[in-house]
């Protein structure tokens, strides 16, 4: 439902670029820039993302209607958060480094330096937030009950009923294996032996990060995370981290979940911070895994072949696993918060084994890769739910359904509020710029 965003910085990059101006719209006392429209269809391509229809037709009138949107804004007085946004923005520019690879070829990709694409990002987040707001306003009072839900799935069409792909419900016991005492100690006096090199300007702590650190996410960067605010970093990180003040130095051991770190301050910004570390992941030996696994195997035959305990009661009670042992090892979707995973949403190494299996079976104990915090662990998972492949239907997707009512209810209320604003609207659209077939009635007057 919320419109795409579009750069508002038109005139600036007309005058940049010596480009002949023209105004294609006017919106109430605000006109809609030629090259306001080029540059948002430059973003699109850029982004890769897809225009149904003549972009001089879909795109002018996409800015017209966040003009209507952040008018309104304005009358209601709706304001964005500012350390949301800044946090929106941070991420964003963090992403684009992580993927392109450095700061230099995010510059070079966009032709923008790094404090003008923050520039643009602080005013496309701040308006995509204030629509937001505006939208949920207007549709606040919408309601959805069983009865509306059932009778607008009846209506659909046959060939509107969404396919559902095949999905698993799994619940898992984990083990972490501990790692021994020496593999910790020597993990640790590897990362003393950089720090100490760094500190004596022996070796850049950037160039130790590319060679050793065990971060993928980072390593390739010299180690830097980008801008974050301390809730986005996990705990034991932030805690030294916010505490460093020079940046030529590094800071003590750091012990966090995902290993051992050292860190080392590039700049402070407020409530942000922008470092670089380096992460070594002591690595669980051989025997201790076997060990594991001969230990959920024996587990196994109690819940299976004994009827000593459930798999419930042995995910509360046995496993390690923080995200699952308190919901009786039932597995949620991050994607969709459901407990519901298609095939290619789960572990590889679980899909591989849910793949064979039958509800209410339990697997023999595996080893495999904790996807979030990139260790060895020993599972026994349970299929708990299998649902084939089929059309949506009442019993078994009512969410899916009731999320697409909703959809279709709060959207014909914004295209009605949309249709009274344009009637109430002062627009002339010029010569050129009229012969589209836009979603909206009444542009032309």
């Known amino acids: 439902m919320v419109l795409a965003i579009l750069a508002t910085a038109a005139y600036a990059a007309w005058a940049q670029n010596n480009i002949a101006e023209e105004v294609a719209w006017m919106i109430g006392d605000e006109p809609i ?20 229809g003549d972009p001089y037709c879909v795109i002018p009138e996409q ?26 923005v941070d991420q964003q520019v963090n992403y684009l480094i992580a993927q392109l690879g450095s700061r230099e070829k995010v510059e070079q990709y966009f032709r923008r330096t790094i404090p003008e694409l923050r520039e643009m990002y602080q005013t496309n987040f701040t308006n995509r937030s204030r629509m937001e707001q505006v939208q949920e306003n207007l549709t606040k009072d919408f309601k959805a009950t069983p009865s509306d839900v059932r009778k607008y799935f009846n209506s659909l069409p046959t060939d509107s009923i969404p396919f559902v792909p095949l999905q698993v419900e799994v619940q898992v016991v984990a083990i972490n294996p501990s790692i021994p005492r020496q593999e910790i100690e020597d993990v640790k006096a590897r990362l003393r032996e950089f720090s100490d090199r760094v500190t004596s300007g022996e070796a850049e702590f950037s160039t130790l990060a590319i060679l050793y650190s065990e971060d ?7 180690g830097e995370l980008g801008f974050m605010g301390r809730g986005e970093l996990v705990p034991e990180y932030a805690a030294v981290a916010f505490n460093l003040n020079d940046t030529k130095k590094v800071s003590k051991i750091v012990e966090s979940e995902y290993g051992y770190h050292i860190i080392q301050l590039i ?9 670089r570390h380096i992460l070594l992941k002591p690595k669980v030996a051989d025997k201790d895994l076997i060990d594991a696994v001969g230990r959920l195997d024996s587990l196994r035959v109690d819940i299976v072949d004994n009827k000593k305990i459930t798999f419930e009661e042995a995910a509360r009670y046995y496993s390690q696993d923080k995200d699952t042992r308190y919901s009786n090892g039932v597995m949620v979707n991050d994607q969709t918060g459901t407990t519901r995973f298609e095939m290619s949403q789960l572990p590889q190494e679980i899909a591989k084994k849910v793949a064979t299996m039958q509800p209410g079976e339990i697997s023999e104990a595996f080893i495999m890769k904790d996807p979030k915090r990139d260790r060895d662990q020993v599972v026994l998972i349970k299929l708990t739910n299998r649902i084939e492949a089929h059309k949506a239907n009442l019993a078994e997707d009512y969410q899916l359904i ?15 509020w949309i249709a009274n604003k344009i009637k109430t609207t002062y627009v002339k659209i010029e010569d050129g710029w009229k012969g589209c077939d836009f979603e909206h009635e009444g542009w032309i007057k």
């Open 63 to 88: 800015i017209a209607i966040q003009r209507l949107y952040l008018h309104q804004a304005d009358l209601d007085t709706i304001e964005a958060q500012t350390s949301y946004i800044q946090q929106r």
């Open 402 to 416: 009731l999320d697409m009512y909703e959809m279709q209810g709060k959207q014909k209320i914004l295209d009605k």
């Open 267 to 275: 700049e402070k910004r407020g409530d942000r911070i922008n470092t």
């Open 216 to 222: 993928p996410g980072s390593a390739a960067r010299g």
């Open 33 to 52: 820039y030629k090259s306001e429209v080029e540059q948002a269809y430059k973003e699109y391509l850029e982004e890769r993302i897809p225009i149904k």
